[in-house]
């Protein structure tokens, strides 16, 4: 347990998305114990031991999504009959050999989100300054090194140049995959440069991504009041838009045709060729009740 945890906290600190799932109460038969623990990386592979066949398809089915949405979530894994009405719990029915049940928490652990002011301005200090003091990772940066920072689609970036090389520097964010693009400037200032943009031949879908002028409108107001209503619409758009974005594997899978237990198609140990289509099964008892009468199921 204790090694599953220090792999945890170094995947926290890399940076690494993952879901940490927790058997947090179970039902005799099952395979699971009480505390047991995983973890699931976006591709859906699993360290640790959450249960059997049955459960673990839909438990990574499912922590896929709370990396994607980055709301946690509690399972029930039982028969139909107890699932009850809690509207707290996404409820799986198990109607599988095994009569055990089982609840899972899982808890996505994501990365903090990236903000990066291209500029050598004191607006661009104090955002980094302002940004790092709520945890996030951040940091300023020249044109020439940005490709290097591995931006990814819920990170920020501020152009804070002031005008020295703002359009070269706006062209190469929006080629980023930042979720936000942002350009310290007066309104007048901001109009010229996405007309400068635009016949340079920048699509008007990346100009969506363009906040010019960046920040709140305050008024005349100095450097560091700036940096605070840049880092204030940041924050709100970030809680607009969910947490920075995580790309998923879209594992492909199926129902079993006997119990409707999810089973994920790739590695899939049992299945069934039947008047033209595979079918896919969660253990090797439901093949075997399938093909004894595949009319009952098919």
């Given at each position: 347990?204790s090694?599953?945890?220090?792999?945890?906290?170094?995947?926290?600190?890399?940076?690494?998305?993952?879901v940490?799932?927790?058997?947090?109460w179970?039902?005799?038969?099952s395979s699971?114990?009480q505390?047991g623990?995983?973890l699931?990386?976006p591709?859906?592979?699993?360290?640790?031991?959450?249960?059997?066949?049955c459960?673990e398809?839909?438990?990574?089915k499912?922590?896929?999504?709370?990396?994607?949405?980055?709301?946690?979530?509690?399972?029930?894994?039982?028969?139909?009959?107890?699932?009850?009405?809690?509207?707290d719990?996404?409820?799986?029915?198990?109607?599988?050999?095994?009569?055990?049940?089982?609840?899972?928490?899982l808890?996505?652990v994501?990365?903090?989100?990236?903000?990066?002011?291209?500029?050598?301005?004191?607006?661009?200090?104090?955002?980094?300054?302002?940004?790092?003091?709520l945890?996030?990772?951040?940091?300023?940066?020249?044109?020439?090194?940005?490709?290097?920072?591995?931006?990814?689609p819920?990170?920020?970036?501020?152009?804070?140049?002031?005008?020295?090389?703002?359009e070269?520097?706006?062209?190469?964010?929006?080629r980023?995959?930042a979720?936000?693009?942002?350009?310290?400037?007066?309104?007048?200032r901001?109009?010229t440069?996405?007309?400068?943009?635009r016949?340079?031949?920048?699509s008007?879908?990346?100009?969506?991504r363009?906040?010019?002028?960046?920040?709140?409108?305050?008024g005349?107001?100095?450097?560091?009041?700036?940096?605070?209503?840049?880092?204030?619409?940041?924050?709100?758009?970030?809680?607009?838009g969910?947490?920075?974005?995580?790309?998923v594997?879209?594992?492909?899978?199926a129902a079993?045709?006997?119990?409707?237990?999810?089973?994920t198609?790739?590695?899939?140990?049992?299945?069934?060729?039947?008047?033209?289509?595979t079918?896919y099964?969660c253990?090797?008892?439901?093949?075997?009740?399938?093909?004894?009468d595949?009319s009952?199921?098919?």
């Open positions: 347990m090694e599953l945890l220090e792999e945890a906290g170094a995947r926290s600190r890399a940076g690494r998305p993952f940490l799932a927790t058997v947090v179970r039902r005799s038969p699971s114990r505390g623990k995983a699931i990386d591709s859906g592979a699993v360290t640790g031991w959450l249960g059997g066949a459960a398809p839909t438990v990574v499912e922590a896929l999504a709370a990396m994607s949405d980055g709301r946690p979530r509690l399972l029930f894994l039982g028969p139909a009959d107890e699932l009850g009405s809690r509207r719990v996404v409820r799986v029915p198990m109607a599988c050999e095994s009569e055990g049940a089982m609840e899972v928490f808890e996505p994501l990365p903090k989100p990236k903000l990066v002011a291209i500029g050598d301005s004191p607006a661009a200090g104090t955002l980094v300054r302002l940004a790092g003091a945890g996030w990772q951040s940091q300023v940066a020249e044109l020439a090194g940005l490709t290097e920072l591995g931006i990814r819920g990170d920020f970036v501020v152009v804070a140049t002031q005008g020295h090389y703002d070269e520097a706006l062209e190469a964010a929006l980023t995959q979720a936000y693009v942002g350009l310290v400037a007066s309104r007048k901001a109009d440069v996405r007309g400068f943009l016949d340079r031949g920048v008007e879908e990346a100009l969506t363009l906040h010019a002028p960046a920040g709140l409108d305050l005349p107001v100095d450097p560091d009041e700036i940096a605070v209503a840049i880092l204030a619409e940041v924050v709100a758009r970030r809680a607009a969910g947490p920075p974005v995580v790309e594997a879209e594992l492909e899978d079993d045709p006997v119990c409707g237990m999810t089973v198609v790739a590695g899939a140990r049992h299945t069934l060729h039947h008047d033209g289509a079918y099964f253990a090797a008892g439901c093949r075997a009740r399938f093909a004894e595949p009952a199921y098919a």
